[in-house]
């Protein structure tokens, strides 16, 4: 029988695991996940959407409520960004409760000069944020309010310290221990059983 976890496969000799799965038989998430190099030439962001209503049905991507709220997020994100050079589309990672958070990937063009993929990204964000709000909308009550971020840069707590950023490269039997953790000059995805990182404990093996 093969004796691997996690998606590793048995060559004969060992086990040969798929990214960031650890141990001689694939039994471990990596201890950290660097996910630096990944998150160009797309910008990862995430939006809270304060004027909707998060219902479990939209955390099944296969749902219309799902469909629905991405097709209409999508629109509204192309009227947006139509201005924002390179821009060529959002693709929507996932939908999460508060009121709906969405963690989506802004796809961009190869950029023909020297612009370097932070400042295309603070262009993203400020246009983001600069979009003008539906015309039913309350402004002195907070409500129906979209707020955009992308936790490479000066964010707030909500978006920097989401899981979800973390989701789409961690290991999926342990997605749910892994969170962001920014150092100077990179972005990683980290455990409570990362070496040197706040917070850290001894795990040992496992």
């Not at 496969?9 to 060992?14: A, D, F, L, V």
């Not at 999460?96 to 969405?102: E, I, L, P």
């Amino acid at each position: 029988a093969d004796p691997c976890q996690n998606g590793g496969h048995w060559t004969g000799m060992g086990c040969l695991c798929p990214p960031n799965v650890d141990g001689a038989f694939c039994q471990f998430g990596a201890s950290t996940i660097n996910i630096t190099a990944e998150l160009g030439p797309s910008v990862m962001m995430l939006a809270r959407v304060t004027n909707r209503n998060f219902s479990e049905d939209m955390g099944d991507t296969s749902s219309a409520a799902y469909r629905s709220f991405v097709d209409e997020f999508r629109r509204t994100m192309d009227r947006t960004y139509r201005n924002v050079a390179g821009y060529r589309g959002t693709r929507v990672l996932t939908l999460t409760r508060g009121s709906v958070v969405v963690n989506y990937e802004v796809l961009l063009h190869p950029s023909a000069g020297n612009t370097s993929l932070d400042h295309r990204a603070r262009a993203l964000l400020e246009a983001a944020n600069a979009a003008a709000q539906p015309r039913n909308c309350s402004r002195s009550a907070g409500k129906c309010q979209t707020t955009h971020c992308r936790s490479e840069l000066d964010s707030p707590d909500w978006c920097s310290s989401s899981p979800e950023l973390c989701r789409k490269y961690a290991p999926a039997n342990f997605r749910r221990y892994y969170y962001p953790y920014r150092t100077h000059n990179s972005f990683l995805c980290v455990t409570n059983c990362t070496l040197n990182v706040p917070g850290s404990i001894n795990c040992n093996n496992g």
